[in-house]
């Protein structure tokens, strides 16, 4: 099977448990890079790395 290199907003949302909006306001505020390729994606690597630059750290308030 081919490991994927991409990932949709949706995609990540349902990864994170959360909601595409949530996502697309970490991308706004910068915490999460994105490409636009007709729509915005998410490279693998990049939600690892975000997901170990903010362990331990609470961004919920980051919707405000």
Same mark, same amino acid.
């Given at each position: 099977?081919?490991?994927?290199?991409?990932?949709?907003?949706?995609?990540?949302? !349902? =990864? $994170?448990?959360? /909601?595409?909006?949530?996502?697309? @306001?970490?991308?706004?505020?910068?915490? &999460?890079?994105? #490409?636009?390729?007709?729509?915005? !994606? =998410? $490279?693998?690597? /990049?939600?690892?790395?975000?997901? @170990?630059?903010?362990?331990?750290?609470? &961004?919920?308030? #980051?919707?405000?």
């Amino acid at each position: 099977m081919e490991e994927r290199l991409l990932f949709s907003v949706h995609e990540v949302a !349902k =990864i $994170l448990h959360s /909601s595409p909006s949530y996502i697309y @306001k970490l991308i706004d505020k910068g915490y &999460l890079p994105s #490409i636009k390729l007709n729509s915005t !994606k =998410i $490279l693998k690597e /990049s939600l690892i790395q975000f997901l @170990k630059e903010n362990e331990g750290k609470d &961004l919920s308030k #980051i919707m405000k």
